[in-house]
């Protein structure tokens, strides 16, 4: 957001923010293609569709929070790699049915045709409650302590629930065409976008048994970190191209629906994303290095330009 | 099935089968009323639809499988609550989607609106979503040892994915207007239906920490009684009328959907269904007295009328 301000780079081993994150992508990419079910298994229409879904890329902004708090707790890398998975699919589970007829009713993802687009509409609804399920069913297979599982499970599960994902979903859906004060958005934001980011910090740390303080400092990191990722997308949504994003620009002041831009102005939103990221810095300020991808993180979430 | 075929009434306590379900139904829904976020809570749309769609009654035969089948391994009453809201929500949340326009279309259940019309569609699909993401919180906050939790979870998560519910699904979807042997029909229905009957019976058991031994017993128990529960509704949908039955009758066969009935014919099919309440009641020949809920149980879901 501001091009004066440089993506840090401490020395965390010997990589860059780039090279570790192109690692742990890959690293990710590598470990839903052996989780998911094979595409040749039956059904196969449904397990294409879901491999279709989840394997065609993205940022993995998810997967990389879960391996960088993973990091600071020292977690387990097998069962990290089951907490990245599992909070990815209930992300990707929320893309394909946001994506239908019935709700944004978009033809394109990551510049590519949405599965209902691709399959059609019941194998696109089925394909997201399977990967719901899914991603519960990885954590109860993960290699980690049953006190464990069940700790990732209810950070899931509250996450992408009714005061989590789904809700701020309802409340976006009845927000169209309507004023919505600051705080409203916020709060909408919070359960619909923030909620899911949260869980993922919480799970990289859930799965190396972080003690409490360190799960109430990541709280406050995720929070501010949450927040700025949604400025951000209404800043880029309004400044970038679709070709840059990989998915329709403008859409949200097309549609009617309000945004940190359309409520607090162009400007001012994107200080306050920069504001955020020192509040997230800040709430890390008790860490060692270990703590430097989240921070790596925090600049990258409001720096990037798609 | 069999008109001749006496319902069972062991004395178990004090309480007739027919007692003991009013009892235990009751438990359910208060036990659902207490869970489930109340409708005044923000985001109150969504909130009401989940309400509308648990709360409408029902048989409630898997809360039902999973108290019997808790009787049997002496689990904690509080820990079953959570086990069977849970595998009820899941099967809610299937209806739901399975009523919306892209999938069935159907306009009634239980002889009420169906979710997607009292509602509307995304309202509709969000609640479902929502109501799967319950079920694993409500197992999340059963207080339950935690090795308990995963182990519910590890149940209702495989029975929910694609190698069961959602993977049914996908072949019943397939399955309109083609022909199916009756090996195929069997594989659909143990997905669709049996893999989460199935589920309620392994979870109430699992929450009493049942033996490896009992479980092996109880997957035979449940297979029967869950192939049976089809053969049974195959067979009402063609003997029975939409008013009994409180949905459109006949449906499986207009639409051109392959059933027991129409594969195997009418009276093989009722034999077959008595045949396999038999091979449950063998399942649980090593029990004693505590298993005979599920034992009743079997006896009622294969001689029902509706």
């Known amino acids: 957001m501001n091009a004066t ?157 009714t005061a989590g994902m789904c809700g701020g979903q309802a409340i976006d859906l009845a927000a169209v065409g309507q004023a919505m004060t600051l705080g409203e958005l916020e709060q909408m934001h919070r359960m619909k976008t923030g909620a899911l980011l949260r869980a993922a910090v919480r799970m990289g740390a859930v799965a190396g048994a972080a003690s409490a303080s360190t799960l109430v400092a990541l709280d406050a990191y995720a929070a501010a970190v949450g927040l700025a990722f949604q400025i951000v997308d209404d800043v880029l949504d309004v400044e970038s191209t679709s070709a840059a994003l990989g998915k329709t620009a403008g859409k949200d002041a097309a549609q009617g629906k309000p945004t940190y831009v359309s409520v607090v102005g162009l400007e001012p939103a994107k200080a306050w994303a920069e504001r955020l990221r020192g509040e997230a810095l800040s709430a890390l300020s008790d860490f060692d290095h270990r703590a430097d991808r989240l921070r790596q993180l925090a600049d990258f979430i409001v720096l990037r330009k798609s």
Chains 1, 2 share one sequence.
């Open 5 to 161: 301000a440089p993506l840090r780079e401490p020395a965390v081993g010997a990589l860059s923010l780039a090279a570790w994150m192109t690692r742990e992508v890959a690293r990710f990419e590598r470990a839903a293609q052996q989780q998911l079910p094979p595409a040749e298994l039956p059904p196969q229409r449904l397990h294409e569709a879901i491999r279709y879904a989840v394997l065609q890329g993205g940022k993995r902004v998810r997967p990389l929070l879960v391996y960088a708090a993973g990091e600071l707790a020292d977690a387990p890398a097998a069962g990290l790699d089951c907490a990245a998975l599992a909070v990815e699919y209930v992300h990707v589970y929320s893309l394909i049915h946001d994506d239908l007829p019935c709700m944004d009713n978009d033809v394109l993802r990551r510049g590519k045709p949405t599965v209902h687009v691709a399959f059609d509409e019941a194998t696109a609804m089925l394909a997201g409650d399977a990967l719901q399920a899914e991603a519960f069913k990885v954590l109860s297979d993960a290699p980690l302590p049953a006190a464990i599982q069940a700790g990732l499970m209810r950070e899931l599960a509250h996450a992408a629930g």
